[in-house]
C-alpha cells in the first residue's frame, strides 16, 4: 500500500495533514505548530495527550506581544537549553508545508525576536509502522547562537515509559549519570530506578510533576498504552556535548501526561546555518504493559530493539 497524504479538519486544532500508509496514520496541524497532535495504529486510539483545554504553558512575555505558548500536546520541536523566554516562543501562526517524496516537510515562521525558525520533515515506510522524523532549526538571525534541538512527545495519560540503563563496562570507573530536577522526588513511586532499566508511569492521581535525564547511550526509549507500543530511536554520541548535564534523553509526567524527551548535542550556529535532529518512530499493536520485573520488560521490548 503507499503513502496516503491530505488534508483534513481535527475537531479541536483546526486544519491538519493526515499522512498514512497500511498500518499508521499522524495528523500534523498546520493553523499553528507544527505539531503531531495524532499519531496511531490505523483505526486504534491516539497514543498522543491532546490538551484540548488548551491552556497556557507558562506566562506571558511582553517580548512576545503579551501572548502566551499553549501545551496543545503531541509531538513538537523545542529548543534547548530551556531559557525563558526564548523556548516559550507562542507557536500560534499557519505553517508552511509541502509534499516530498514520501513525506511531508513543516515549516514554522522565522520567530523574530529568536532569530530563529523550526522545520519538522516527516516521512513514512511505505510497509512498515515506522516513521521518520527530521527535526531542523536555522539560525536566522546575525550572530551565532548555542542551542540544542529538542523533541518532546507527550503521551497520553496511564502511559508507561521503559528506557535502558546505560551497560559500558567502565570498571572502576561510573558508567551513567542521572540528572535530577528541583521538584523530583527520588522515592516517587512512580518510578523505578533497576539494574537494567528505568520505568515511569502517568497516574492521573498524583498531579505533582516529577523529571528526570540520562545520557541514554542505547538510543531508545519505549512507551506503551492504549494496546499500542511506541519506540523512539535516536542516535546518542558520546563526544557530543549535550545539555542539562550531559542528557540526551529526559521524561517529565503529571497528572494528565508523560514526555518523551531527545534532544540533539549543543551547537554554535552561525547565521545562515541549521542544527538537525533525526529520530525513528516505530509503532505497534501490543496490549502488554511492562511491570517493575526486569526480566518481563526484556521479553517485551527486546523483539523491537534486536
Known amino acids: 500500500m503507499s503513502i496516503e497524504i491530505s488534508k483534513v479538519k481535527h475537531e479541536s486544532f483546526g486544519n491538519c495533514i493526515r499522512m498514512s500508509n497500511s498500518s499508521v496514520e499522524l495528523w500534523v496541524t498546520i493553523d499553528f505548530g507544527p505539531r503531531v497532535i495524532h499519531f496511531s495504529r490505523i483505526g486504534m486510539e491516539n497514543i498522543f495527550f491532546e490538551d484540548k483545554k488548551m491552556a497556557p504553558l507558562g506566562e506571558p512575555f511582553d517580548v512576545y506581544g503579551g501572548d502566551t505558548l499553549k501545551l496543545y500536546g503531541g509531538h513538537r520541536l523545542w529548543v534547548s537549553p530551556e531559557i525563558l523566554p526564548r523556548c516559550y516562543y507562542p507557536d500560534t501562526k499557519p505553517v508552511e508545508y509541502k509534499q516530498i517524496p514520501g513525506g ?15 522545520s519538522i520533515t516527516i516521512t513514512l515506510d511505505e510497509n512498515k509502522p515506522a516513521v521518520v522524523i527530521d527535526h531542523g532549526i536555522k539560525n536566522c538571525g546575525q550572530w551565532e547562537i548555542e542551542l540544542a534541538p529538542w523533541a518532546i512527545t507527550v503521551m497520553d495519560s496511564e502511559a508507561v515509559l521503559v528506557i535502558p540503563m546505560p551497560a559500558g563496562k567502565t570498571g572502576l570507573l561510573p558508567n551513567r549519570n542521572l540528572v535530577l530536577w528541583h521538584y523530583t522526588a527520588m522515592n516517587d513511586p512512580r518510578v523505578y530506578w533497576g539494574k537494567e532499566y528505568i520505568t515511569l508511569r502517568q497516574n492521573k492521581s498524583m498531579p505533582n510533576p516529577f523529571k528526570f535525564g540520562i545520557y541514554n547511550e542505547a538510543g531508545w526509549c519505549g512507551v506503551f498504552n492504549k494496546g499500542q507500543a511506541f519506540f523512539k530511536f535516536f542516535d546518542p554520541v558520546a563526544e557530543w556535548d549535550y545539555p542539562d548535564g550531559g542528557c540526551c534523553f529526559e521524561s517529565y509526567t503529571n497528572g494528565e501526561m508523560l514526555e518523551a524527551e531527545t534532544l540533539g548535542a549543543l551547537e554554535l550556529l552561525l547565521p545562515g546555518e541549521w542544527a538537525n535532529h533525526i529520530e525513528e ?4 499493536e501490543d496490549n ?10 526484556s521479553r517485551i521490548v527486546d523483539k523491537y530493539i534486536n
Open 104 to 118: 511531508v516537510e513543516f515549516t514554522a515562521p522565522v520567530e523574530t525576536v529568536n532569530g530563529i525558525q523550526k
Open 281 to 284: 518512530w516505530e509503532l505497534y
Open 288 to 297: 502488554n504493559v511492562p511491570s517493575n520485573v526486569e526480566a518481563e520488560i
